[in-house]
């Protein structure tokens, strides 16, 4: 028995244009790709090989399920034409599917179903799939034949699968709502249940003060602040962070997403910078750029910005050169006697660099001159003339298990000579993770020349 996926992207713009270019099959219900939920109910009908056909491209779904081995299935993939029918796609993939039974997922809907119930009643099962036959779902004996075939738009009751719409934010919302809620056990969800209603991932840290009410999901490598309050019915995605203070009740809050401090969000879904109503799929205007998502974004600076940081670095290498030269032969003095140096991380595969641990001595009267004037950063202001670092990027973090831990949490780790962290004034808190989430997302050419500014002048007044 194989199955027959055809995810037509084009009946599902709402979407695209809601969560900004989403795949909608990888729309997450409860911290679960919509597709995953089909491919496991494959794998419960000892279904084991899927093809995954789509009118648009798979690469969001070929990266994230690539050949299905992690399910215990084998998932191959084919493009179809937008204007492609049902029909036309069995049609051109009739070599997959003539010689089994073949199962045929279509449109953009929720299945719901029971899990341990369809395990028990497989051969039920089947027989109560060859009589739907809708546009949505097809059950086709091997040797069917294809001039035969009549699919009935209008949907048959089912014993074991309910179709639940998705044509909207609302649609989206309520059904996360209702599976927190009410369905948890029908499926396979990610996270440990320690408890009734309650999926927490891996590393998860929260502290004494912070309250988790049932039902909640929370994802891996998430951390909560002090006097926080998440749930019930919250739906919390991997690598999120939230402030101190702030409450979370009956809403989703997507991936790698930052949560300021002292915020109420309820019947919300945040994704990539953006709020969105779940009750009426309204986007609500932000007015406290502080609450920020998204950071899986691979470029950190536009080509022009790069370039200008490049620049601005070659300007400071030439003013520095002669005072930095002046300075030299007393940091090699005090690094050959104490060997005191410090290990930085420049890039997310940990590729180290070593130099002069400056505040080891950092009263001494000589090292405040060096830092008074920036003299600290000239050997790094080389690596970004070559490409290697930023001259205002992420803050470099220095080689202890903090900060590998850190970087893995990071969708994007790109270190530079000077850093929001560092533009900070002292006591504004030791969050790097909360720093970090925050620069990644509110970063732009003027922030970053604010930034490099801001800590010139800081240094020279120290």
């Known amino acids: 028995m194989k199955c027959l996926i055809y995810a037509n992207i084009e009946d599902e713009n709402w979407v695209v244009n809601k969560l900004s270019n989403l795949n909608p099959y990888l729309l997450r219900i409860v911290n679960k790709p919509l597709l995953e939920y089909w491919i496991d109910l494959c794998s419960v009908l000892n279904i084991n090989d899927i093809r995954i056909v789509s009118n648009s491209s798979t690469e969001q779904i070929n990266k ?79 040797g069917f034949s294809l001039k035969n075939l009549s699919l009935e738009e209008e949907r048959k009751e089912s014993k074991f699968f309910n179709i639940v719409d998705l044509h909207s934010i609302p649609d989206y919302y309520n059904l996360s709502m209702k599976i927190i809620e009410h369905d948890c056990i029908n499926y396979v969800l990610p996270g440990y249940s320690s408890e009734e209603r309650a999926y927490v991932g891996m590393n998860v840290t929260y502290p004494l003060s912070a309250k988790i009410k049932t039902p909640v999901m929370i994802g891996n490598n998430v951390r909560l602040g002090e006097m926080t309050s998440i749930g019930g019915k919250a739906v919390i995605g991997d690598g999120v962070i939230v402030d101190s203070l ?74 520095q050169t002669i005072p930095f030269l002046l300075v030299l032969p007393f940091i090699i003095f005090v690094h050959n006697k104490k ?30 001159f060096i830092k008074k004037f920036s003299l600290d950063k000239y050997p790094f202001l080389f690596l970004v003339v070559a490409g290697k670092l930023l001259l205002v990027g992420n803050k470099m973090l220095t080689q202890n298990r903090k900060h590998v831990q850190l970087i893995n949490a990071m969708s994007v780790y790109k270190p530079g000579v000077y850093s929001y962290w560092e533009s900070l004034n002292p006591g504004f808190g030791n969050d790097e993770e909360i720093h970090e989430l925050y620069y990644l997302n509110n970063h732009n050419f003027f922030k970053n020349l604010y930034i490099y500014i801001k800590i010139t002048v800081m240094r020279l007044f120290w």
């Open 64 to 142: 994230y399920f690539s050949d299905g081995k992690k399910w215990g299935v084998e998932i191959s993939y084919n493009i179809a034409k937008p204007e492609d029918n049902i029909k036309k796609v069995i049609l051109k993939n009739y070599s997959f599917c003539k010689d089994n039974d073949i199962l045929i997922f279509s449109g953009f809907f929720f299945l719901e179903y029971v899990i341990k119930q369809i395990s028990e009643s497989i051969d039920d099962v089947k027989a109560d799939l060859s009589k739907l036959n809708s546009a949505n779902i097809t059950y086709l004996r091997k």
């Open 246 to 319: 702030t409450n979370i009740e009956s809403s989703i809050i997507y991936s790698n997403s930052f949560i300021s401090k002292d915020l109420e969000i309820k019947n919300k879904i945040v994704y990539q910078n953006t709020l969105i109503s779940g009750l009426s799929g309204e986007i609500v205007d932000m007015t406290d750029d502080f609450l920020i998502s998204g950071t899986s974004k691979d470029k950190i600076v536009s080509r022009f910005e790069h370039l200008a940081q490049i620049l601005i670095a070659l300007i400071q290498i030439i003013i």
């Open 339 to 368: 060997h005191l140096v410090n290990r930085f991380y420049i890039n997310k595969s940990k590729k180290l660099i070593k130099f002069f641990d400056f505040e080891v001595q950092r009263k001494h009267p000589i090292i405040k």
